[in-house]
């Protein structure tokens, strides 16, 4: 058997390095015709190179197709998409009309430039800043675009991935308005179209100029670590290989890049400083079958240990854009947590190139029959008949999201985006049940309404008929609800009960947190409604002037502590319970329950530890603030999880 042995692979966050791929046309030339046989095919990407030399202007800082068609290149994608995409070069926009293309080439690719060409119009300039209706059209129209050939939305993500490449030198505004309608659309896009290689590119570099800051010392910290990290996985890896090569497993093992907005993301979702994570290496071993996919993994986990809650078999649940692989994490040498994936060839060609080579698969495949779920999925997004706000909401959220199944009562299954919580669950299942929601059971025990369902969990809604939705459910912190059916629902709810009633009013402080005694006032430019997400503006006066999120106008305004984050919320009546501790110490004791504190939100008012150093022991007091004496059984339970607590209940 021959191994290929790629321990030494360089781990790189992007494939670009500020150069071009090709010196000249002549050398575009040859790098785009090798593997294209069809003799019409390269006389018309001669022809089309040509059109693409002749328009260059250094002054123009627009992207080129010359530069364009490389990446598409490297997606493997057919010649009539490489044509299309050098002829739609919006330098060649006034040159060439849809006839003439179709008269020197064909149908087939005169259609594919007029779409992209089409999916450029929804801003009449790329100097102006877009806002969410620039988002809400440019969707729409990249959505037609996938229905009808998905190609033309390959070249426009390809053109995307190519305009962040050359911001560098644009306004701050221009960076960061592009930069956020990448991360709103073009990469969720590109992740449900399984192109996994434009989609980390386009969110790393999106991070870039939206979190410069952020960027910079994340990319320190790796590079500080990255000799250590390379020979620690060299060495694992050169291991594994010797493993599978003894029971006759033809494999290519290497250690692969941790993308900086995915460790960012986790740092979040963490609230950990990068040099806090545990699990910064990765590998991703790669096989010629699907049964050699679980025989590496039961390999891997009889030889070390691993963590049950990072094991995910894509394999035998696929993704919903096609996605196939075995997640695993393992403890490994020195006790380093490493993340493993394992997957065929055939797994790792479409996680990074999915629907982009879609026709290099049979008719029938699981590959072909994912692109035509894709498909699907975006038209019925698309046909839905719902408001522009409400597609975007949508599109940003559920649509892109792993997902978790879970039970009703009866035991049918539910399909939710993960992170949906137990308050999200009575959403989908009736909006009238969320509207008359007043708690719920998760396996016969009371949780929060803000708890983040698991798969296999049993879920059971409680309501009363004089309930009704609260405003502080739309709270972007207490994070109540998180899919786009149940923030839709909620907003329409109240901004039915409060149609006859101004605007103006509604929002005050009276439903607003964070404005203390400040005068509020509506912003004219946005109009923001009850229940949209909000910030206010200091004003000269004193004032607090409220926008919505998404106004273009505050790209305009540059002192950070100007900006004021607002919620949504209504006044509660918070309960007050002493709480009592039982643990033998350890060191991290203390912070592990301070952030189950904060992840369930909860405010500690009064704290006290005494430690016992003769047996160790410790007992805790504490002093907490809860939304609901409902909570508290269950809180008080998940005390009792965290390793060495044996005793946690209420006080009297």
Request: hydrophobic share 40%; with cysteine; proline share 3%.
């Amino acid at each position: 058997n021959v191994f290929q042995r790629s321990s030494n692979r360089p781990m790189k966050h992007s494939k670009f390095n500020g150069e071009h791929a090709y010196q000249d046309f002549e050398d575009l030339k040859h790098i785009l015709i090798a593997d294209i046989n069809d003799t019409t095919a390269r006389e018309q990407l001669d022809h089309a190179l040509a059109y693409v030399a002749e328009a260059q202007d250094q002054n123009d800082s627009r992207p080129s197709s010359a530069d364009v068609v490389i990446t598409l290149k490297d997606l493997g994608v057919d010649a009539q998409t490489i044509i299309a995409a050098l002829l739609g070069d919006p330098r060649l926009r006034e040159k060439l009309n849809p006839l003439q293309i179709e008269q020197e080439f064909n149908e087939s690719i005169a259609n594919l430039v007029k779409h992209v060409h089409w999916m450029n119009t929804f801003k009449a300039a790329a100097e102006t800043l877009e806002d969410e209706p620039g988002q809400v059209e440019a969707l729409r129209k990249m959505l037609l675009a996938t229905v009808d050939d998905v190609r033309a939305v390959l070249i426009r993500l390809a053109y995307r991935v190519q305009r962040l490449r050359g911001l560098a030198h644009e306004p701050k505004a221009l960076q960061q308005s592009v930069a956020r309608e990448t991360l709103d659309i073009f990469s969720p896009l590109a992740n449900r179209l399984g192109i996994g290689e434009l989609k980390w590119e386009m969110e790393d570099l999106a991070f870039r100029y939206l979190e410069p800051e952020q960027y910079m010392s994340i990319a320190k910290s790796m590079d500080a670590n990255r000799i250590q990290r390379e020979i620690y996985i060299n060495n694992f890896v050169k291991r594994l290989l010797q493993i599978l090569e003894n029971e006759k497993i033809q494999a290519n093992a290497y250690g692969r890049a941790k993308h900086l907005y995915s460790i960012w993301k986790k740092m979040q979702r963490k609230n950990q400083q990068v040099n806090q994570l545990a699990d910064l290496l990765a590998v991703r071993v790669v096989v010629e079958t699907v049964p050699q996919c679980y025989l590496v993994l039961g390999l891997i986990h009889g030889l070390w240990k691993h963590l049950p809650q990072e094991f995910d078999d894509y394999i035998a649940s696929p993704k919903e854009n096609g996605y196939q692989s075995i997640h695993t994490a393992i403890l490994g040498p020195q006790q380093q947590i490493i993340e493993i994936q394992i997957r065929t060839h055939e797994m790792q060609e479409f996680a990074e190139h999915g629907i982009a080579a879609h026709w290099r698969y049979k008719e029938g495949s699981s590959q072909d029959i994912a692109m035509e779920k894709t498909i699907a999925t975006l038209r019925r997004l698309l046909e839905n008949q719902s408001d522009d706000e409400i597609l975007l909401e949508e599109f940003k959220t559920d649509f892109f999201n792993d997902r978790v199944l879970v039970l009703t009562p009866k035991g049918a299954v539910m399909d939710l985006p993960r992170g949906a919580t137990a308050l999200d669950f009575a959403y989908f299942v009736h909006t009238e049940i969320g509207n008359h929601c007043n708690g719920a059971k998760v396996n016969g025990l009371r949780v929060p309404l803000s708890y983040p369902l698991n798969s296999g969990e049993h879920v059971e809604i409680l309501t009363d008929p004089n309930a009704r939705p609260n405003l502080n459910w739309l709270s972007h912190r207490k994070k109540a609800v998180t899919t786009a059916k149940a923030i839709t629902a909620i907003r329409s709810w109240f901004r039915s009960h409060y149609k006859d009633v101004d605007n103006t009013q509604l929002i005050s402080g009276k439903y607003l947190s964070g404005v203390g005694a400040h005068k509020i006032i509506t912003a004219s430019c946005c109009k923001p409604k009850i229940g949209d997400r909000i910030v206010g503006v200091y004003q000269e006066d004193s004032s607090i002037m409220v926008h919505r999120a998404s106004c273009p106008k505050l790209s305009n305004i540059h002192n950070d502590h100007h900006i004021l984050e607002l919620e949504w919320g209504e006044q509660t009546n918070k309960v007050r319970i002493p709480i009592h501790i039982d643990a033998f110490d350890r060191q991290g004791l203390l912070q592990d329950i301070t952030t189950l504190f904060n992840q369930t939100q909860i405010n500690v008012l009064k704290a006290s530890t005494e430690t016992d150093t003769a047996d160790q022991s410790v007992t805790m007091e504490f002093l907490i603030e809860i939304n609901s004496a409902d909570q508290i059984d269950f809180l008080l339970k998940r005390i009792e999880h965290i390793p060495n607590v044996f005793n946690a209940q209420k006080s009297t």
